[in-house]
């Protein structure tokens, strides 16, 4: 079965950035779509960011538009989440999603494949 792990979380101060990967293994797909989405304690998991399989397509969401950037490797393996200016508000569990989609969706139960999360902590 497919087995994402995200890497790169960490404590940081406003304003600082972070790069979060995210790499595939096992049975994996090429025309995989990907996506990050993130849970702050007491709060709904929400949608983040997403790329199509070959990377043409993204969607964000507007609270991130501008500072953030998803991307992917060329081996269509690892995806990556560039995020600049962080602020406090950025706080959570980020956690990386996967799956064969004709669309790019900004809906978790589309995705049947997920990481473990990795932990972003911006201090004020």
């Known amino acids: 079965q497919v087995q994402l792990v ?17 790499a595939a293994s096992g049975r994996t797909f090429s025309n995989f779509a990907m996506g990050w989405f993130r849970q702050a304690p007491g709060k709904e998991r929400e ?30 393996n690892t995806v990556h989440l560039q995020m600049n200016s962080l602020k406090p508000e950025d706080t959570a569990v980020y956690y990386c999603a ?3 989609l004709v669309m790019l969706s900004a809906s978790s139960e589309d995705y049947g494949y997920w990481g473990q999360g990795t932990q972003v902590t911006v201090s004020s």
């Open 98 to 100: 996967a799956d064969l």
């Open 47 to 76: 949608f983040v960011a997403a790329i199509s399989w070959n990377g043409r397509n993204t969607d964000y969401t507007d609270s991130v538009k501008g500072r953030f950037t998803i991307s992917r490797d060329n081996a269509w």
């Open 6 to 22: 995200e890497s790169g979380g960490g404590l940081v101060q406003a304003g600082d950035s972070l790069r979060l990967s995210c």
